[in-house]
């Protein structure tokens, strides 16, 4: 598709709510007010009214202020998530690309067991390790998320080493590495972006689960899955208390996931929606 | 690449049944050595999470109570002192017999622990991925066939939403909604008060199928209809996405027009041209979707207090029962290998131009 | 007697942006039954949309004027008369045979599923495409009609798209550039082959191409398009023997003839024009090498001269003088 100048509506959309999402996590736990984070039993289970839009928690907690306030645990931890790992796969595609062609080989063959684990579990397996904290959980992710963005750059960067541009480069002398930080890494930035921010919201549901379980965050922190986690022995009571932290996973995984298919249509990475797995 | 008189006439003889089953045997033994080498990696992995565990083992397995001396004699009966390449090996043995270790939460082999909630688990899985083929494939067909119109942007729409929802909070919610406040279904458990089937295969609706016992088998269904459903709609809406837009590739060929041309209807050249075509990158991805389905099981599994893997290795963790994770870890890498062999057998059954390449490629060496 | 196939005053749109953009201009052509007309073009000049168009391959194209065949208005169809008429009245052979055929299905199912579409039993269907591929120099056409198009060679393949389009009886055929995109060496063999096709039913052709060279034995009628307008018609050995349009020549100029040199081609200077940017007057001027000052002005009518017609000034002039 051809990229379209006009900011269409759907488009403008997607950009307010992340950009209102980004603004909870930065700037809302400075705003909420201090009853956010201390219990007062005597007001728990208040159902949404005027004063609590969203009603109060079993510790008597305004839900829509702890929503907000999590955004920063759920969301900034998230965003670290996939910004090591890719990281991390930027590294490793770089070495594949200017190693010898067998340990290449034996680099993508690395990444294949990677690929045969389940997220959620190996997560689970680290946070037993390393004792469940939000912490373990991002390290967890962090350490299990590069293989496929790093297969992803690795076939990008065996296409551009034998563009034209590139083969004159190495021609002149120029070294693989240089020729990979300098030409042909900065020319995957678009597909890298655009697979950021679909995995920022990949990586804000498994946080989330992994909280959940109980091998994320623990409460009494306002991350989104531990909220769930605590409001799910009165969900037939206090249906707002789960509702709400969950609605707040999937507009943030949405918009996020949204956002990466605009990027797509606007940077046309090609490569970053097909064959990403494969 | 072009026509030539030699060539020609030797074209068919290249791909006689009989010669072809060689590079076909080549191709899986090529597969099935990359999944020992990824389960080996595995295992390497596996062995040093065991290593790099804060506090030490032998105190873990000796109980908090056992002194000094109680905790040196259960290193040495777990062989702790050996060198690390010694105990390394010493790991990979055991596997190969079948040895995952003992839970110290259940003091049974891991792998006896595993017979028995694995089959639950994979019931659940196994659902799901024919509801997720059964739903995704038919609607996103028909939704192609509105060309971005109606039902096609409806669909698109839906989908984005549904992939982003927390499967774990959707499993509660429909919870809350289903069973607490309609009472239409089964909201917790596997099973109803009383009704049992034998245990054959561990998975009871197969098992009440197998003994001939239709209202077991509408039990066992009832339980599975909430998380089947809830992880259907997670992995049905990704594989929707992902066909829509391998349909949208395919639709846009050279070879539609000539199949326009011959006078097919919009419906036959969808579901007999465009859809084989748009094919094998999703059933690729629905290969890697069963790793992430064990993954959400884990969490509808608790959600609906389904005794399976899930169960077993939150409790595994929330214990510390590093044999029980470590365990369980490495054999649903090893299954995750075997569908995957398992999806290369049908992207090779299924794509003729896939064949063409690894019988040519078989030859060439 | 009516021919059967009239076109007139066809004009083709593609979206572009919010709006369209004419590629196609007000051209008037016919066929008769069993004639050969070859519609000659640079590639841009609106010729494989003209061909498009006769079937309405493309659902998001503009067409306008009016297209009969057999006495029938294509423009007015319905969808379902469309797919009746499609494969069974008129039959396509399109540019890139390595492209044109489903790379999942068997050649022998590609060609049968033009009958099973038409209720043909599954049985008959794939013993009538057998049978139109041997016809059509496929060898052990019966074993091979199992095979997948990767498994056929480009020339190979081309039969299997011919035999796609006749297979169901078609009195029109329609090959758009059928030979460019094979290896020199095949392509007198599929021209041959579509001839003899052609001659044996009676067929009406129309052929697209951007090479004069194929057309003289080929063809009984020529039809020169530039940039979305028919420049000048006739029959083909009046197009060869005396060209009117500067355009015509150019192209006849352009033909590589055994006695030349290959690198002493005369090419027509510049490139044809975008439809986006299409030049005032005559749509030629630009690259004419007799160009007048009208030619910048007015464009051009299509008028008869000689056996056929043409729209250029300087034509129009010199006839005047005559």
Known sequence: MMARPHLSLGDATVFVLVALILAAAVFGNLLAPEATFSSDIGNAFLPPDAQHWLGTDSQGRDVLWRVIAGAAPSLLSSMLVVTIYSLIGVVVATLATVVPRWLDEGLMRGTEIGLALPGVIVAMGFASAMGPSLASAVIAMSITGWPITARLLRSITRQTMVAPYVQGAQVMGVSRFRLMTRHVLPNSLDVLIIKWSGDVSITILVLGGLSFVGVGAQPPSAEWGAMISDARSYVSTAWWTAAAPGAAIALTAVSFSLLGDILQRRLGGAGASGGARS | MFDSPAADPALPNRFAPVRAAAPLVRFFARRIGLSVLTLLGLVTLAFAMTKFIPGDEAQVAAGPDAGPDQVEAMRARLGLDAPAIVQYLRFIWRLLHGDLGTSIVTYQPVLRDLERVLPSTLELVAITMVLNLVIAIPVATIAAAQGGRGLDALTRIAAAIAAGLPVFWVALMLQFLLGTLARVLPISGQRGFGVTVPN???????????????????DASLYLVLPAATLALHFSSQLFRALRASLELAAASDFIAPVKAKGASTARILWRHALPNALP???TLAGTQIADMLGAAVLVEAVFARQGVGAYLANAVAQKDTFAVIGTVLFVGAMVCVVNLLVDAILLATDPRLRAAELARGGRQ | ??????????????????????????????????????????????????????MRLDDALRIGGAIRFAGEEVLGCTEAEMRALRGSGIGMVFQDPMASLDPFMRVGDQVAEVLRIRGVGRAEAHARAVAILAELGVRDAASRSGAYPHEFSGGMRQRVVLAMALVAGPKLLVADEPTTALDAR??????????????????????????????????????????????????????????????????IAAVPRADMRVDRLPPIDGAPPSPARRPSGCAFHPRCPVRLPVCVMTAPQLRPSGGGSVACHLAAAEEAMA
Do not use: C
């Not at chain 3, 004009?11 to 919010?18: A, L, N, Q, S």
């Open chain 3, 1 to 54: 007697m009516k021919p059967l196939l009239e076109v007139r005053a066809l004009t083709i749109d593609v979206p572009k942006g919010e709006g369209w953009m004419r590629v196609v201009d007000g051209v008037d052509f016919s066929i008769g039954a069993g004639e050969r007309v070859a519609l000659v073009g640079e590639s841009g000049s609106g010729k494989s949309m003209t061909a498009r168009a006769l």
């Open chain 2, 200 to 218: 054959w295969t561990g998975m009871r609706t197969l098992d009440a199928l197998l003994s001939g016992n239709p209202s077991a088998f509408l």
């Open chain 2, 281 to 283: 990158p999703v059933i």
């Open chain 3, 186 to 251: 095949i392509q007198q063999q599929v021209l041959d082959l579509i001839d003899d096709a052609a001659a044996d039913r009676g067929l009406g052709v129309l052929l697209i191409t951007h090479n004069l060279g194929i057309v003289a034995g080929f063809a009984d009628r020529v039809l020169v398009m530039y940039s979305g307008r028919i420049v000048e018609e006739g029959p083909v050995e009046q197009i060869f023997a005396a060209p009117a349009h500067p355009y015509t020549r150019g192209l």
